[in-house]
T-cell receptor, first 115, second 115 residues
């Protein structure tokens, strides 16, 4: 079964540095998402992306964050000038199109630790 | 704005016993509802989904859920729990406004299975 893959599985970064989290969505999917889960808290929506542009973003997704689909297979989340509170598990998800509504499929996540 | 409530933070059941995890949602239109499971260190795996039609939906691993509009609930059930079902379970509702179908998650229910 096709999977969403995320790299790296764990990223450790100094506060103030930039990080890029990478995702390879399922190949025929057209909707892409990033969510985060701070330790002990619920999964929160960050951003959705379709047709090479952001379709929706949450209040969390401020100017510090950006997303990009640099080629036909990757979908990245960039966090500029990281802060301690950015430490979380970041999940990528993708969704196909078809009859009715399609579910989102999630990757295994990238654990981001800001020191 | 949509929301999901999972009233039980932790549930412990004996192997072989039946299971019901509660989920209540708030959404202004017909909801698209999902249950995901997360094992330690893993991503979110889709168990089942409800879009329309039959209010009792079957999922993977022997799970089922029943949509009750009058109670705004979508409870997850399994007749006989296996030790491998120990994990965290998340209920989610999809927003069809904003174009992105973002998911709003509940806080999760941690399931422990006693042998």
């Amino acid at each position: 079964e096709p999977e969403v893959t995320q790299t790296p599985s764990h990223q450790v970064t100094q506060m103030g540095q930039e990080v890029i989290l990478r995702c390879v969505p399922i190949s025929n999917h057209l909707y892409f998402y990033w969510y985060r889960q701070i330790l002990g808290q619920k999964v929160e929506f960050l951003v959705s992306f379709y047709n090479n542009e952001i379709s929706e973003k949450s209040e969390i997704f401020d100017d510090q964050f950006s997303v990009e689909r640099p080629d036909g297979s990757n979908f990245t989340l960039k966090i500029r000038s990281t802060k301690l509170e950015d430490s979380a598990m970041y999940f990528c998800a993708s969704r196909g199109v078809g009859a009715g509504n399609q579910p989102q499929h999630f990757g295994d996540g990238t654990r981001l630790s800001i020191l | 704005a949509q929301s999901v409530t999972q009233p039980d933070i932790h549930i412990t059941v004996s192997e072989g016993a039946s299971l019901e995890l509660r989920c209540n949602y708030s959404y202004g239109a017909t909801p698209y509802l999902f249950w995901y499971v997360q094992s330690p260190g893993q991503g979110l795996q889709l168990l089942l989904k409800y879009f329309s039609g039959d209010t009792l939906v079957q999922g993977i691993k022997g799970f089922e859920a029943e949509f009750k509009r009058s109670q705004s609930s979508f409870n997850l059930r399994k007749p006989s729990v296996h030790w491998s079902d120990a994990a965290e379970y998340f209920c989610a509702v999809a927003s069809v406004t904003g174009g992105g179908n973002k998911l709003t998650f509940g806080t999760g229910t941690q399931l422990k299975v006693e042998l």
